[in-house]
């Protein structure tokens, strides 16, 4: 399942997937003019990959 966050303005924050109440893939934070900060791929929670 696909999760997003948004700030107060409703540009996006965070962006990433969730299979079974764990972090799974790829997740990606935005700071607020809308830049990647952080990449970070998971697998059932762990950071596989930043």
Same mark, same amino acid.
């Given at each position: ?6 700030? %107060? $303005? !409703?540009? @996006? ?5 969730? =299979?079974?109440? &764990? ?8 700071? %607020? $003019? !809308?830049? @990647? ?5 998971? =697998?059932?929670? &762990?950071?596989?990959?930043?």
């Amino acid at each position: 399942m696909k999760s997003e966050i948004f700030y %107060e $303005d !409703g540009k @996006i924050r965070m962006s990433g997937h969730f =299979k079974d109440g &764990k972090k799974n893939g790829e997740f990606i934070e935005y700071d %607020e $003019d !809308g830049s @990647i900060i952080n990449k970070a791929l998971y =697998k059932n929670d &762990k950071i596989v990959v930043q």
